[in-house]
């Protein structure tokens, strides 16, 4: 990665493919990862920043991630995001040396259909005060508003995001790379992993592990005195975003607009788009598009008994949006 940063100097990463954790400390680790049974989160754990010292003022932290992924009937899906967490803003010379626990969701839920799992991640240190400091603030403000799961909705945003990740990387003088990594995963449990700013061989990685208190990396038991980042990645059966998939969203209250008007074909006819476009969405595991369109069948056949005679109610029907539904009720 930092070879295309624009002349970066060379650094040597350790990359730790499984980091033991303590049982319970990080939801899904060791949990099975399965093609279209599940979709996968992008967590950022903690840090700790060691580069940053060359700065004489006060800096920014900044974790930059870029995932790619197989897409269901699609090209692959590619998601980038830019976070600058308060934990790791205005920081000055007294917070080298000290884990910082984010916790901090890079990617939400994103259906897993197989393959590999592409990952670009990097951890930055930026100097505060100048010029990069409004761009930053902008790249952080479009990755905000692009979203984290919908790639649709991202790809607009995908090239400001990079190309001003590219910007902010190139300045030598004012930001420092304190870890990354460009690397394939053949994903088929949910754990944790890290990269450690290290020579090649010169940790044992069977000796790593996660600090049940403060997440910070281990080594023999001991905190490992280099800079690092440890990021999970989480399998979990719940998109709590469903409502938001545009589409659908979309389709959803045209749907409901017809129960509204109280006109069954209309109704019939827009819960057949919704339904297709459901089983069609690349952004739903099957099983959860299955039960969203057993929830709207059954929101149709409450508005329209038998013979197709709207059912009498005490107030007009009011208009439900998608997230109201109750996927997972």
Known sequence: ????????APMEMVYVPAVQAPAGLIPGAGERIAADECYIELYIESCRLAEARKFASRFNGIVYSFVS???????SAKLAAVSKPEKLTELDENSLD????VSKQMMSAVP???GSLGLEIGLFSIKTGNLLTPVLDYVTKVSSAAGGSFVG???PFLPLITEGMDLIAGQRKDTAIEVAIDTDIALQAGGVHAIIAAPKGSIDLA?????KDDRKLLLDGKPLNRGYCVLSIRPTLLKSDYGEIPELKEKYAAFQAAIKANKMKDAQDALTVFRLATIASPDLITSDAQKLVKKADQKLKDAFPAGGIAAPATKPHEIEELAAIGLYS
């Open 98 to 101: 000290k884990v910082i626990t």
């Open 207 to 211: 000796k790593i592990s996660l600090d």
């Open 69 to 75: 992924l197989s897409r269901e009937g699609e090209a």
């Open 153 to 155: 909705a991202v790809k």
């Open 1 to 8: 990665m930092w070879n295309k940063l624009k002349g970066a």
């Open 112 to 114: 897993w259909r197989g």
